[in-house]
């Protein structure tokens, strides 16, 4: 943030510093405040009793020491500091390696046998703490449970004149202050102190708990912080040996980065049908009724990534990993080999018991401590099994986080429903999900088979035809349905059916092979035929060629005849003596 230049009321210029923020080194809460806690200010934590208030500000002191060596006061107004130092030895801190004068505990509780006559005030507490402050250089305090002390004071007035002076203190002082305080709002006077406590702070951190039927949800919400925008809504957040985990949820799509390369699903035909099987780090949805393969298809692609050489692990809800590796074997996959080789992990969580921001928490703590490059999570459904009202956000969440970090995330989802034309998933992950693949049952006289559509596949050209699911000893297939007559037939009506149609197809055969030799023969006839038409008229061709030269040659045996006569008669006309005539001629 850049200083704010402004004018003050003689007309001269200033500049305004924004808020300086200091980290309290909680991965989520930093990220929804836009870096932490305004520094050099009030803020109070205000939340009902077990929300958490204390080990909040202690876990902020406890980090500020340890990462920036700054040391801290810590006022208690409610607990003996033996039994704060006993609560904190529960969490993985090593506060054990801490204490004066880097963390400063003041014992402030007032004794139950205590009696108030005359004025009371803080200022002799305040100057024991800035001598503290001045020997150690402090730069954090927590006032812990300071409702109990004022609950003391039965005058409310006096309240807010002892919670000014604290204010007035913490200002002159430089100090980053944090104050808890119980939110019961069980009778006016409670009300009247939570709505001043939030007057007079600059930032304001309520802890709260949201009940179902089955379960309870922390959350931490950011009532007011002058000065700098904060999300308003209340976040999930987890209390385990680490301490308050604060879950975010980003109101942006982060660029994931982006894969060409493809993973095999596990089974070849289903790889053909998605144009060469899953794209490297995209999130895989399989949904699909209870008992329609869904485990198989996530141990499928479990066994071919690593069998690839991809670290790989797969988080199973209410299934051990010795019944997981057990019930693969049967269907021809070998996952123990992998365990061996140390390629693949498997993580049984229970889903009942937890929440959904447990599972979130520890399923984020494992993937970080083994940083896989492909998962499985069987089912993802399980998110939901407390009815928390965060599920759907975590399961969007945590898909988010693996897309970031270029996991390959394959996760099953259980539907109610058992009927096959039921397209919906019930952790509602399909939104962000790149693949989507959707298994169900097709009943048809008396059997119930298994079929297996792709919803969706982004960047991928992908089938959109059904196809039947079988599983056998040999491992996953994916065989074509037969569609006739506007019927999808699978299992025993698809082989009876083919049968049936083999035999109409060996009976059109032969026919076809019969009228086939009938036209052969009728050819081959039809051709001798022709082949005598053609001898036959050659023949009379001959015939007529030797007619026609007969008959020329009796005309010119003819011809020969009358011309030898006529010579003949000739010569026998000049053996006669001729007469002569007076006239000189001859007769």
């Not at 896989?372 to 939901?384: E, G, K, N, T, Y």
């Not at 999808?488 to 026919?511: I, P, S």
Request: proline content about 3%; overall charge negative; charged content about 25%.
């Amino acid at each position: 943030m850049t200083a704010l230049a402004t004018k003050d009321s003689a007309g001269s210029q200033t500049t305004v510093e924004p808020v300086t923020k200091m980290p309290t080194e909680m991965e989520g809460f930093d990220l929804l405040t836009g870096g932490g806690l305004p520094a050099g200010r009030l803020t109070t934590i205000i939340g009902p009793p077990g929300a958490g208030k204390t080990v909040f500000t202690l876990q902020t002191l406890v980090n500020r020491q340890k990462y920036h060596g700054e040391a801290c006061i810590f006022v208690a107004f409610e607990e003996s500091v033996d039994r704060i130092r006993r609560n904190i030895a529960a969490f993985n801190w090593e506060f054990g390696t801490l204490g004066e004068p880097e963390f400063n505990f003041v014992d402030a509780r007032i004794s139950v046998d205590a009696t108030i006559s005359g004025t009371f005030d803080l200022s002799g507490l305040l100057a024991g703490l800035t001598g503290i402050q001045a020997a150690t250089g402090a730069r954090n305090i927590v006032f812990d449970g300071i409702d109990m002390l004022l609950t003391n004071l039965r005058d409310e007035q006096l309240e807010r004149v002892e919670l000014t002076r604290v204010n007035e203190w913490i200002a002159t002082s430089g100090l980053t202050a944090f104050i808890t305080a119980k939110s019961f709002a069980s009778s006016g006077r409670d009300q009247a102190r939570a709505d001043f406590l939030q007057y007079i702070t600059d930032c304001v951190i309520e802890l709260a708990d949201m009940k179902t039927p089955t379960a309870v949800s922390r959350t931490l919400r950011v009532l007011k912080y002058r000065g700098s925008g904060f999300n308003p809504n209340p976040q999930p957040c987890v209390i385990d040996e680490t301490g308050i985990n604060v879950i975010t949820f980003r109101s942006a799509r982060t660029d994931y980065p982006v894969y060409t390369d493809r993973l095999s699903s596990g089974v070849p035909r289903l790889d053909a049908l998605l144009g060469g099987g899953y794209l490297r780090g995209s999130g895989i949805l399989v949904s699909g009724a209870p008992g329609t393969a869904k485990s198989s298809l996530a141990a499928s692609f479990a066994d071919a990534a690593c069998a690839k050489g991809e670290t790989t692990l797969l988080i199973s809800f209410d299934e051990g990993s010795a019944q997981i590796v057990r019930n693969m074997a049967w269907i021809g996959i070998d996952l123990q080999r992998h365990i061996d080789s140390q390629m693949l992990r498997i993580e049984s969580l229970l889903s009942s018991g937890q929440n959904a921001e447990n599972h979130f928490i520890r399923i984020r703590d494992i993937i970080r401590r083994t940083s896989p490059r492909c998962l499985v999570i069987d089912p993802i459904s399980a998110f939901q099994s407390a009815l928390s009202p965060f599920s759907q956000m975590l399961c969007e969440c945590l898909l988010d986080e693996l897309k970031t970090a270029g996991i390959t995330a394959l996760c099953t989802s259980l539907l109610e429903q058992k009927a096959g034309g039921i397209e919906a998933s019930a952790s509602q992950v399909s939104t962000i999900a790149d693949t989507w693949l959707h298994v169900s049952y097709v009943a048809h006289e008396g059997e119930r088979n298994r079929a297996l559509t792709i919803v969706k596949a982004r960047g991928t050209s992908h089938s959109n035809q059904v196809r039947e699911l079988v599983i056998g000893a040999g491992g996953i297939t994916l065989v074509d349905v037969y569609a006739a007559e506007g019927a999808v037939l699978m299992g025993t009506a698809r082989a009876q059916k083919e049968a049936e149609n083999a035999l109409r197809d060996t009976a059109d055969d032969v026919l076809s092979q019969r009228t086939k030799l009938r036209l052969e023969r009728e050819l081959e006839e039809l051709s001798q035929s022709v082949h005598l038409a053609k001898m036959e008229l050659e023949w009379k061709e001959r015939e007529a060629a030797i007619l026609k030269r007969a008959d020329a040659e009796r005309l010119v045996a003819r011809r020969l005849a009358t011309d030898r006569r006529h010579v003949l008669r000739r010569l026998d006309d000049d053996l006669e003596t001729p007469t002569v005539l007076p006239s000189g001629g001859r007769v």
